[in-house]
């Protein structure tokens, strides 16, 4: 039997700004098909707003439209198909790469790189293929990165579900999808920052906040935070930065004269490439540079591929944090838990699903650090 919902579903990417004129987003009436084989149905308690969806609005990232949008989310399993270890009444956090658990990527410990996981997340399914959703004119919406977290209720792969205990708050457990994933996972990580190290993070955002809030717990001495938005800075300065830097032309020098030639370790959160540059150009000699920030695939990156070499750089991707979620989750909800990661910091606003537009106007803008849509 088919499942009623709500939800934002995206039909014409590239509308301008402002979204809550434009309406890019229509929440609609959709029928949501049972969970087949190895699939869970959700009832979403909590689904974030991220620029990754703000990147499918704004067309910088085209995918198959008609498409239920959202991919950081927290809710409660209704029911399973067949072959899961997952039962009704489990609280759960979703991450946006549903694992296969089989390719050589997870297989190496590097779930995040899932090759049927991408391919299912770029076609617009879910990982065991199909669609789930139908609209009342029978058309059938793609899914969002395997989650399609702005909806009432979805139907997700078991794989993309972490158990969390039910006394978490639904949207603080939400934020541990993508947000605290990619932003610590990118800080512990990728960057490794370690006792003692001189950090730069530019761009923040949740994601840049988390790095920010897991900088610190890694004992980061010298901790720069990066953004064009005051408030923000002010944000970060709360929650532990040394120092705050204004975006702009002037930053790399500042932040190379702060930490005396360099930070060791910088964390790109923005996906704007001369940003990343930016970032290159304010890391040390020795030191890691890490881009979590989705740019237009379009854009390219020109470096002088001499430091490479000769000053023994790292130019690092990180995708999801490059963590893995079922260690993960558990493990960052447990540092929030003893304050060692506060990131109920990052939660700036709490929407309702007809407010999805005026969200993404907030974070086009800047105004927003995470808005978190509350069912």
Same mark, same amino acid.
């Given at each position: 039997?088919?499942?009623?919902?709500?939800?934002?579903?995206?039909?014409?990417?590239?509308?301008?700004?402002?979204?809550?004129?434009?309406?890019?987003?229509?929440?609609?009436?959709?029928?949501?098909?049972?969970?087949?084989?190895?699939?869970?149905?959700?009832?979403?308690?909590?689904? =974030?707003?991220?620029?990754?969806?703000?990147?499918?609005?704004?067309?910088?990232?085209?995918?198959?439209?008609?498409?239920?949008?959202?991919?950081?989310?927290?809710?409660?399993?209704?029911?399973? =198909?067949?072959?899961?270890?997952?039962?009704?009444?489990?609280?759960?956090?979703?991450?946006?790469?549903?694992?296969?658990?089989?390719?050589?990527?997870?297989?190496?410990?590097?779930?995040?790189?899932?090759?049927?996981?991408?391919?299912?997340?770029?076609?617009?399914?879910?990982?065991?293929?199909?669609?789930?959703?139908? &609209?009342?004119?029978?058309?059938?919406?793609?899914?969002?990165?395997?989650?399609? $977290?702005?909806?009432?209720?979805?139907?997700?792969?078991?794989?993309?579900?972490?158990?969390?205990?039910?006394?978490?708050?639904?949207?603080?457990?939400?934020?541990?999808?993508?947000?605290?994933?990619?932003? $610590?996972?990118?800080?512990?990580?990728?960057?490794?920052?370690?006792?003692?190290?001189?950090?730069?993070?530019?761009?923040?955002?949740?994601?840049?906040?988390?790095?920010?809030?897991?900088?610190?717990?890694?004992?980061?001495?010298?901790?720069?935070?990066?953004?064009?938005?005051?408030?923000?800075?002010?944000?970060?300065?709360?929650? =532990?930065?040394?120092?705050?830097?204004?975006?702009?032309?002037?930053?790399?020098?500042?932040?190379?004269?702060?930490?005396?030639?360099?930070?060791?370790?910088?964390? &790109?959160?923005?996906?704007?490439?001369?940003?990343?540059?930016?970032?290159?150009?304010?890391?040390?000699?020795?030191?890691?540079?890490?881009?979590?920030?989705?740019?237009?695939?379009?854009?390219?990156?020109?470096?002088?591929?001499?430091?490479?070499?000769?000053?023994?750089?790292?130019?690092?991707?990180?995708?999801?944090?490059?963590?893995?979620?079922?260690?993960?989750?558990?493990?960052?909800?447990?540092?929030?838990?003893?304050?060692?990661?506060?990131?109920?910091?990052?939660?700036?606003?709490?929407?309702?699903?007809?407010?999805?537009?005026?969200?993404?106007?907030?974070?086009?803008?800047?105004?927003?650090?995470?808005?978190?849509?509350?069912?």
């Amino acid at each position: 039997m088919s499942t009623p919902t709500r939800a934002a579903v995206l039909v014409e990417s590239g509308r301008p700004a402002p979204y809550a004129d434009s309406r890019p987003l229509q929440v609609v009436p959709l029928e949501l098909d049972p969970p087949g084989p190895g699939e869970l149905l959700i009832r979403v308690r909590a689904a =974030g707003l991220c620029h990754s969806d703000l990147s499918v609005i704004n067309g910088s990232r085209p995918r198959p439209l008609p498409m239920a949008l959202g991919h950081e989310a927290a809710g409660e399993v209704v029911a399973t =198909g067949e072959g899961t270890e997952f039962a009704p009444g489990d609280h759960v956090v979703l991450a946006f790469v549903p694992a296969c658990g089989h390719c050589p990527r997870c297989a190496g410990g590097r779930p995040a790189l899932c090759e049927p996981g991408a391919a299912a997340n770029g076609s617009g399914t879910l990982l065991g293929g199909g669609l789930r959703f139908t &609209d009342s004119s029978g058309v059938r919406p793609w899914h969002h990165l395997g989650v399609s $977290a702005f909806s009432e209720y979805t139907v997700v792969s078991a794989r993309s579900a972490v158990k969390v205990d039910p006394e978490l708050p639904s949207e603080i457990a939400a934020l541990f999808g993508c947000a605290v994933l990619t932003g $610590a996972g990118a800080a512990f990580y990728s960057a490794r920052v370690a006792p003692g190290d001189s950090v730069a993070v530019f761009g923040l955002g949740g994601v840049g906040l988390a790095a920010l809030l897991a900088a610190k717990a890694a004992g980061a001495a010298t901790l720069v935070a990066v953004d064009v938005v005051e408030s923000k800075l002010e944000l970060a300065r709360e929650l =532990g930065a040394t120092h705050a830097v204004a975006g702009g032309p002037d930053a790399v020098e500042a932040i190379r004269e702060i930490t005396r030639g360099g930070a060791e370790k910088v964390v &790109d959160t923005t996906g704007v490439v001369p940003v990343l540059e930016q970032a290159y150009r304010a890391t040390a000699r020795g030191g890691t540079t890490v881009t979590v920030g989705l740019p237009d695939p379009a854009r390219e990156l020109v470096l002088p591929a001499l430091s490479l070499v000769a000053e023994e750089r790292t130019l690092r991707g990180s995708y999801l944090g490059s963590c893995v979620p079922r260690r993960d989750v558990p493990r960052f909800v447990d540092m929030y838990r003893a304050g060692i990661l506060p990131v109920d910091a990052l939660l700036s606003h709490r929407l309702t699903l007809d407010e999805v537009n005026e969200g993404f106007d907030r974070l086009h803008t800047g105004e927003a650090v995470r808005q978190v849509i509350v069912f």
